[in-house]
């Protein structure tokens, strides 16, 4: 069996998540390089259509392919790249404060990397920008979801829906709001790294405010029961 089967009889037809755990679609195909090794993996997304992922944002776990985030591949190459010249800058004026180079070929080499640290600087700009919109957004759906949940609990509450498939759903709304959050608490902590006087940080959705099993039970007294529903009520605005 060529090393292109092995790929596919390892990978196509399987599920495919995100590094937090979010399904991203299932593989419809690989292809590979001439050595044989994998190049990218074409995603059945569903309403996102048709995803093709290069390898740099593959991993693999438990035979599974697992998606990494662009933005998480920008920050990494930016961070690299940044240290890089940094690095650089400063062994170009050790070398000239030691004598090893003239002040000329000081200021022709420093050039070459100032400017580079330049096109970085404003290149963080454009992934600050993408990312504190990108957390905006991971918000966006927790208040969605925040108020899905609402709407769970009042027809909970009206006896329209069993314990046992609201305790379900609770669970899976719970799971995901983690996913979310851990995806937002990642973004901005690489934010905070990369430069931290410019981090934007949105309203939080802390994981208290998801329903738990005992914010849900009927209070058995009339004026338990009007604060519960005040409470309910309220998320919704």
Avoid at 111 to 116: G, R, S
Avoid at 204 to 222: L, N
């Amino acid at each position: 069996m060529s090393t292109a089967d092995t790929l596919y009889q390892k990978y196509v037809g399987k599920e495919v998540r995100d590094i937090y755990g979010t399904y991203v679609g299932s593989v419809l195909g690989v292809t590979t390089d001439t050595s044989g090794q994998l190049v990218s993996a074409g995603i059945d997304a569903g309403s996102d259509g048709f995803l093709e992922l290069p390898k740099e944002n593959i991993t693999v776990e438990e035979e599974h392919l697992v998606r990494i985030p662009k933005w998480k591949i920008d920050i990494d190459t930016f961070t690299k790249d940044t240290n890089v010249v940094q690095k650089r800058l400063h062994a170009l004026e050790e070398l000239e404060r030691e004598g090893e180079i003239s002040p000329e070929e000081y200021d022709n080499i420093a050039k070459v990397y100032k400017e580079k640290d330049v096109n970085l600087k404003d290149a963080y700009s454009g992934i600050s920008n993408a990312l504190n919109e990108k957390a905006q957004q991971l918000d966006i759906h927790s208040k969605g979801l925040r108020r899905f949940l609402t709407t769970l609990k009042v027809q909970y509450k009206s006896g329209e829906i069993s314990s046992e498939y609201f305790t379900t759903s609770v669970s899976s709304l719970n799971g995901m709001n983690d996913r979310l959050q851990a995806e937002k608490k990642e973004i901005l902590g690489l934010l905070s790294t990369m430069q931290p006087d410019k981090i934007e940080e949105p309203l939080p959705i802390e994981r208290d405010e998801i329903a738990k099993e005992s914010d849900v039970v009927a209070p058995t007294d009339d004026e338990g029961e009007a604060k519960w529903l005040s409470r309910v009520l309220k998320l919704k605005d």
